[in-house]
């Protein structure tokens, strides 16, 4: 008879093999890769509203996201141990942007935030849909056997609606995320099936397609992608070397030669430099498209209307990013 091997354990490793720094790697990589946070803790889909999101008092946010429900989510995240000052800071922020909840992200918890966070979703829940719930979160990385480096998250406290769930198992999602789900996959593969007949700049079939960003082709720091919402569809050049004086030098670099890009494009463009945000982008909304909830003969015409204007967009902004990579 064989014996089964025994299952080879997670050694946990310095989060730093996984990302180097916090700022610069950890909270980029935790923004662009919500899906890993909400499947985890099995909370259902949340969406990236924007990052460093300026508050009062001077400080700034980490992450803002949104629920299937358009309800706004606190997440701030640290290296090392959860201190004072992220913990009341994340809740002044949830507090200040009307959140949902608020969720913590760091290496390890201490017991008396612990117990701060049973108490406050306590009185929370009491307060129904109202009241904000708070999750802190371990964030670890590790590796199984000789395996590259991997990572998992370890819901250390939150809400018993939520605690309840996790522990028996996956969530089914609402019918607010299933709708919408559904219909960002059939807005992506849509445009995709027109960009493949007009040329090579496509993206490979992943499970992202059910986000609101698409990459079609990256080179060095500059991203070109789609983004979606409800009602409308933009063409953009996403600027992030997670560098943030590096990224306004880039933005520099390409807005010295604006008017000849928008002469070459035949059309204006949005500059966005955002003086509380690390990153930069350069986009415009091409008349005729439509978001992905608009009627399907709508989107139809939108497609080919978008992927003409990716296309363009690429071919005019290349040889300027090829002389700065």
Partial sequence: MTVPSPPREFKLIDIREVWPGEAKDFTPWLADNLEALSDHLVIGELELDSTEVEVPGGRRLDILAKDAD??????????????HDHLTRALSYAVG?????????????????????DEWNRYSEAYGS???????????AGRV????????????????????????????????????AKERH??????GRVMREKGNLTWSPSSRRVYSYMNVV????????????????????????????????????????????????????????????????????????????????????????????????????MPYIEKLV
């Fill in 70 to 83: 358009g309800r706004n989510w606190a997440v701030e995240n640290q290296y090392g141990e959860a201190d």
């Fill in 97 to 117: 942007l009307e959140c949902r909840a608020v969720i913590v992200v760091a290496e390890s918890h201490r017991d008396e935030f612990v117990a701060v966070a």
């Fill in 130 to 140: 109202d009241g904000i719930r708070l999750f802190l979160v371990a964030i670890e």
């Fill in 145 to 180: 056997g000789e395996s590259a480096p991997g990572f998992r998250f370890r819901l250390v406290a939150g809400p018993n609606e939520w605690k309840s769930a996790a522990a028996t198992g996956p969530r089914s999602h609402s019918e607010a995320d299933q709708l919408r």
């Fill in 186 to 191: 059939e807005f992506w593969s849509g445009l």
């Fill in 218 to 317: 990256t080179r060095g720091p500059f991203y070109f992608q789609f983004a979606v919402t409800v009602d409308s569809c933009r063409v953009e050049l996403f600027i992030d070397s997670f560098d943030r004086a590096k990224n306004d030098e880039l933005f520099t670099a390409l807005a010295s030669r604006q008017e000849s890009i928008h002469r070459s494009l035949g059309a204006n463009l949005v500059w966005e430099n955002k003086q509380n945000v690390r990153s930069n982008r350069v986009f415009r909304f091409p008349e005729g498209t439509s978001g992905y909830r608009s009627p399907a003969r709508e989107r139809q015409a939108g497609y080919e209307i978008l992927a003409d204007a990716m296309y363009r967009f690429h071919e005019t902004f």
